[in-house]
């Protein structure tokens, strides 16, 4: 058909002469048309195309006659392109393959038009993208073509023929324009890094989310939504965090998004060493290429928080996309955090497994609208009340801080939303004890204004109710009315529907979400309003004095006791305070532009970030601002705690108290919160000390009193108590020992040989605790007793006190001294219940009695490698008669933490008085491994009184026995990556010596 169409093609031609001839725009000359009696009645939109191969192009024909489109090849080779007709007034051009020609478009009885088409595969061809400053380069293309270049970007030219020459570090965009190609490639010329470890606010390879602190050179995080976001070229991306979580919550989660990606489920990464500097792999085996990637917080502020050190990768890092997008702030209850929202059809529950705070009707909103968003939620907080929260730490009283904990102030500059969603109330109205209605009103009322004039009148607010219950819902309407009367902006209320019980899942959320956004498009809502940075302009420089005020924003909270100083004008000048943020400087000057750089306390060890800020000090520019970044560090408080002794309490929940009168007496009033609102202070000695004190109290004695002290203590994530605790008869049951390391919970390890012990705190009993490396040795009365915490293999930044009791205890005589304690073993025992008899015989000898306790009572020792390494012992015992009716088990212990997490390696018995198999079980985060026994040891003899070798060897997480010259190999995938402590040996309804008991590195 294609070869008719040619032919007719030919015919026309020698028919019509010089009547074709096809014009550059589309229309045709006829400079004989009266002659024939075609008529020219068709002209089209584009007469040529040059394309890139795999490309298609819709050709508009203006076809006034009622025949139908043709369209002619031009040449015999049109295997590289393929022209169709859509409708009477279109035509289709796919390019297929390199190629060039043309083709014609007519009907019937009109004049062919000419579509000159090239078909070219044309590429910039510069492998390296990087720019060196002030150094010419080539643009080189794939064909040799007569392109046109431009290039976007502040500091770049580029020439007529390509050669692309920048002047600043930036990131620039070149474009290649070459008939309907447009090409574009990004170059940059700043320094590369594969890590980052300035976490300064305005650093250009960061763009942080949610309220933040920056704070000795690292970024607190502990915000819903809260995290950071980077571009990178590379294939891995790593970050190294520390992280607090409570023990009754679940531990701190991130969500990892890449490019595109919008499902937070997708990579969810646990921090799992708590308070522990860990590097964490947030994403691995991407395309090699340029990647953004978003990390964000997904568990509340409550309950979690998290600490960014750096971050890096496998290739480097470039300049972030922080253009202004829309910009939500969301504050609410447990409603906005997600809580429970993940827990599918089981009730309400408190676990971070049961929450994503990115998977909110907040979230998703701003995720429908491409903005950004900064939350500030809390699972049982109120407007101005709630059962459970201090009424002077409602969202009324701390919204100006970083989190709801208020230990931080928040600088409002940082970021300015063009949204506002309030959802509020649930908890006041559910606090009916405290609650007055008009109260509610009034500081609603007056938070939205506070925040108007804070923000200005362009933001907008949405107040909503509704998913919960419905008593907001009648009261916001007045609300909306009397804030009006004092502010100008924009005021909505949207009425969510209520869920069907509980907190709201993620369906429910998503349901919220669509009514939120069409709410939103609506009205309009939807504006970003983009930020006034316009540039003054200013005089030439003049001989004359001028009277500056220089007026310095910080925009982090820099602490009463650091003084900001300024380096510059030829002098260093300490700042006046004016408030949280603001500082101020009054100097007569020469007119001129000065180079000038702030420090803390007038040291250069904690600088600003950055190079530094030049000020044009003119007379119609004499009153200049400047906003500082962040600083590299932040001096040490000399004076921390003055008021207090230097004492301060940890955090808890609920109410608790101190008082203090010296660095050695403090009284504590706690009832409510367990094993927290610990009272501690800095500690002068890290190890190898003794803690003692004397201790009263009119406490009722029950089973719930616990009395003590904290003689190892980093943080919430990282301390040791060990406590008096009772009987329900008032008998004192034993001294417990408890806490955790590394965010891991250490168990239950009482001292038994207090039980029982006479005690009278009405006129004080004195209570000791020496620390001598890894052993804790208690003395109470005239008694002592040691435990060895492996775990606690670090120096201690503090010790403290600890009183859970329904009436004040008092310590006296606080002291801190030396210990010289010498221990006469290197073994020691693990926790057990019943009776059991370790021997130590020689440094790598041990004799162990053991008839009643299972998987306890272990005789330990400290192991100097974390992994890969063996351990072996030739066992002895006293017969060799042992048959599936002994029930006995004889062991190594090759891991050892604590005694929720080790490894037992043992042999046991079949009826044939040989190996049944060599069975392995322990437990790794307290939960039990379950059987994993050995079979190729089945049918072994042993021969134990003569002696015999039991070796194990560990390999992170694979386990190998070798006994008699069998081998087997177990998999304990819980074991990866966790470090070894001690190591040791153990047996069970029997007697047994273990002789050369050693561990070697592989």
């Known amino acids: ?224 939504g809260s995290g950071f976001e980077v571009k ?207 109260k509610f009103k009034e500081e609603y009322s007056k938070f939205i204004v506070t925040l108007a004039n804070i923000y200005g009148s362009n933001t907008s607010f949405i107040l909503m109710s509704g998913l919960m219950e419905n008593n907001v819902n009648s009261v916001l309407p007045s609300i909306i009315e009397d804030a009006k009367q004092k502010i100008d902006n924009e005021i909505h209320y949207l009425k969510f529907d209520q869920c069907r019980e509980g907190h709201p899942r993620v369906e429910e959320h998503k349901t919220a979400s669509e009514q939120l956004v069409k709410y939103i498009k609506d009205h309009h809502l939807d504006i970003n309003h983009p930020l006034n940075n316009v540039e003054k302009e200013i005089s030439d420089i003049k001989d004359q004095d001028v009277n500056l005020i220089l007026n310095v924003e910080t925009l982090d909270e820099l602490p009463e006791y650091c003084s900001l100083y300024l380096n510059g004008f030829n002098q260093k000048i300490q700042l006046t305070r004016n408030d949280t943020f603001k500082f101020s400087l009054n100097q007569t000057l020469k007119e001129g532009d000065y180079l000038v750089k702030f420090n803390l306390n007038d040291n250069d060890d904690f600088k600003e970030c950055g190079e530094g800020h030049l000020i044009k000090v003119r007379e119609d520019n004499n009153n200049i601002s400047i906003k500082l970044d962040s600083f590299v560090g932040l001096p040490k408080d000399d004076n921390k705690n003055a008021e207090t002794n230097g004492w301060e309490m940890s955090s808890h929940l609920f109410e608790a108290s101190f008082t203090t009168e010296s660095k050695s007496q403090v009284s504590i009033n706690n009832s409510t919160n367990y094993q927290a609102a610990f009272v501690f202070r800095d500690s002068a000695l890290k190890d190898n000390y003794k803690i003692s004190t004397t201790i009263t109290s009119e406490a009722t004695i029950t089973n719930q009193t616990f009395i003590g002290l904290c003689p190892y203590y980093k943080d919430d994530l990282n301390y040791v108590v060990v406590y008096l605790q009772w009987e329900t008869n008032q008998k004192l049951k034993s001294i417990g020992c408890t806490g955790y390391i590394d965010g891991n919970n250490i168990g239950w390890n009482d001292f038994w040989n207090f039980a029982n012990l006479d005690y009278d705190l009405t006129t004080g009993e004195t209570f000791m605790v020496e620390r001598n490396g890894t052993s804790l040795t208690v003395h109470f009365g005239n008694v002592e007793e040691t435990k060895t915490l492996y775990r606690m293999n670090k120096d201690t930044d503090s010790f403290g006190l600890y009183a859970y009791a329904d009436k004040a205890v008092n310590y006296a005589n606080i002291s801190q001294e030396e210990s010289h304690r010498i221990e006469n073993s290197k073994w020691s025992k693990s926790a057990c219940l019943f009776e059991e008899t370790i021997t130590v015989k020689g440094e790598d000898e041990v004799e162990v009695n053991n008839y ?31 048959s599936d009716s002994n029930d006995a088990q004889i062991a190594l212990v090759p891991y050892f933490a604590d005694d929720n997490n080790f490894i037992v390696v043992y042999l046991q018995w079949q009826n044939n008085k040989t190996l049944k198999s060599i069975g392995l079980t322990g437990k790794i985060d307290g939960v039990d491994l379950g059987w994993n026994d050995m079979w190729s040891f089945q049918g072994t003899s042993t021969s134990l009184v003569n002696g015999q070798v039991l070796k194990v060897t560990r390999k992170n997480t694979e386990i190998t026995a070798e006994f008699n010259g069998v081998k087997e190999t177990k998999y304990i995938n819980k074991l990866d990556k966790l470090n070894n402590y001690a190591y040791g040996v153990w047996c069970h309804n029997t007697v047994a010596t273990f002789k050369n008991i050693k561990v070697e590195s592989i």
């Open 232 to 438: 990178f070229y590379g294939t891995k991306l790593y970050a190294t965090f520390d992280a607090w979580y409570g023990a009754w919550y679940g531990k701190t989660k991130v969500s990892v998004l890449v490019d595109d990606e919008i499902d937070t489920n997708k990579r969810v990464v646990t921090l799992n060493t708590a308070t522990t500097e860990s590097e964490y792999l947030l994403v691995d085996n991407l395309p090699q290429g340029v990647h953004t990637v978003k990390v964000l917080k997904r568990t509340e502020a409550l309950s979690t928080s998290m600490t960014l050190h750096n971050i890096r990768t496998d290739g480097y890092f470039k300049i972030v996309d922080k253009t202004k997008k829309l910009t939500i702030e969301a504050y609410g209850d447990s409603i906005t955090a997600g809580y429970g929202n993940l827990r599918g059809d089981i009730s309400d529950t408190t676990n971070s497994d049961y929450q994503d705070g990115l998977q909110t009707y907040a979230t998703y909103a701003a995720t429908s609208l491409n903005a950004d968003i900064n939350v500030q939620a809390r699972s049982g907080i109120g407007m101005y009340t709630s059962n459970g929260i201090d009424d002077t730490n409602q969202v009324n009283s701390f919204y100006n801080r970083v989190n709801y904990d208020g230990e931080y102030y928040w600088n409002f500059d940082n970021y300015t939303p063009d949204l506002v969603f309030i959802n509020l109330g649930t908890n006041d109205f559910w606090n009916p004890s405290v609650f007055n209605l008009e």
């Open 852 to 882: 009643n306790n299972w998987m306890a009572g272990f005789a330990l020792t400290s192991c100097e490698y974390l992994d890969n390494y063996i351990v072996s012992s030739t066992i002895t015992a006293q017969e060799d008669n042992y």
């Open 1 to 224: 058909m294609k070869k008719r169409l040619l032919l007719l093609c030919s015919l026309l031609l020698i028919s019509c002469g010089e009547n074709v001839n096809t014009s550059i725009n589309g229309s045709t000359s006829s400079s004989n048309s009266s002659s024939t009696s075609q008529v020219e009645n068709i002209t089209i939109s584009k007469s040529s195309i040059i394309g890139l191969p795999l490309t298609s192009y819709d050709i508009d024909v203006n076809n006034n006659t009622s025949e139908q489109l043709q369209v002619v090849y031009g040449n015999d080779d049109f295997s590289y392109v393929n022209a169709s007709i859509v409708g009477k007034n279109k035509v289709n051009v796919k390019l297929l393959a390199e190629g060039k020609g043309y083709i014609i478009v007519k009907t019937n009885s009109t004049v062919g038009q000419r579509i000159d088409i090239e078909s070219i595969d044309l590429k910039i061809i510069n492998q390296d993208n990087h720019l060196a400053l002030n150094t010419p380069t080539k643009i080189n293309l794939s064909k040799n073509v007569e392109a046109s270049f431009s290039v976007e970007g502040e500091g770049a030219s580029i020439t007529s023929d390509g050669v692309l020459t920048v002047s600043a570090k930036s990131t620039f965009l070149v474009k290649v324009i070459y008939g309907d190609i447009v090409l574009s490639k990004e170059f940059d010329s700043y320094d590369r890094f594969d890590q980052l470890t300035i976490l300064n606010r305005n650093n250009e390879f960061i763009k942080y989310h949610g309220r933040n602190v920056h704070k000795d050179n690292k970024v607190i995080m502990n915000n819903i």
